[in-house]
């Protein structure tokens, strides 16, 4: 009910005591008792403000009024600690009259593993993180300055060809002559550009991670994995290459399997070679008979190797007269496969549960 300006400031307070009783039944919870709190004693509350009367009574009816205005608050907070009380117990009933199940077994969770190239990429950061490697990372979506150019690999050459990469088109809006151009990364390789120009020598990382390229056959996918490695130092020679990857078959593979370098050429390795491991899957302990695996040679390729072209260095910012350093690229999803007994690349990329289920994360 509004208060009339016609009553006195006793009356007026009266009113909004009895307003006050009339909402209390109403409220239901907490927030409820606090808004009406606040509603009438709060800072502009109803009563707060008929306080501000006090001033304009004559000094004679203060004394008078500042008791009933007294008497009006202490009622109200009274009434609210009562309903506080009354509320608490109605929510405490509720709560005892709830009843659980306490034999109720849910279903248990379903964890779900990690994909078992996932898996391998781990398991090669933590062979070579033992090694002394760190770990390096680079963008998908590449400029071709890093994925060529600075490593030595010329216009001309067949892997720029539209057969091999993906280009990415250039931004329409922008100005041809300013837009990088711009490839899905066809190898790990130019993270060995990037890192070189952003720490210079030396230097030793290994830079695992997607790739993509034109390829659909039955051992080829559009999208693969790989893991580069580069080692940059004074002196460093073909040996500590050999050496490395000898550990890094024995840490990752066990068993003694044997490796070899076939002579190859990449552009931004000379000399460049192949790598091979012994096939796992024919091995007696000595030799790899050959099996379907390995299409009855007794080895795996892994990927490319060598040392680093001085070309290379000269792009990317290092004196090649007296650093040397080598690199190379395998592919992480055969790695997966010969570890998983996996038999064809195709399931890595599925989605099958019925396949994915069988390899549970360590
Ligand atoms: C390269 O990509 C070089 N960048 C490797 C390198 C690095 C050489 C540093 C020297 C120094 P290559 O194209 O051979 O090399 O690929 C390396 C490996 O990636 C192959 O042996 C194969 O295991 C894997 N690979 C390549 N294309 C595919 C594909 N489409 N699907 C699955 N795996 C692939």
Redesign the pocket.
Known sequence: MAADAQQTPQQQLDEQLRSFEAALPDVADEPGLYELQVRFLGKNGAVTKLRRLMGKVPPSERKELGKAFNRVKQAMETHLATRAGELAAAARERDLARRVDLTFIPDPPRPGTLHPITQTRRELERVFRRLGFDVADGPHVEAELYSFDKLNILPDHPARDMQDTFFIERPTHLDHADAPALVLR????PV?ARTMLQHGAPVRIVAPGT?F?R??DA????M???I??LYVDRNVTMADLKATLYAFVEAFFGRGLGVRFRPSY?P??EP?A?FDMQCPFCFDGQLSHGCGLCKQSGWI??????MVHPAVFEHCGIDSSVYTGW?????I??MAMLRHGIPH?RHNFEGDLRVLEQFTSP
């Open positions: 066809p190898h790990t390789s060995q790739t390229r390829d659909d051992t080829h996918s559009p693969f994995h790989q580069e490695g990449f931004f390795v460049g192949e390729e892994l990927g490319g190797s060598g690199a190379f690229g395998f592919g999803d055969r690349l």
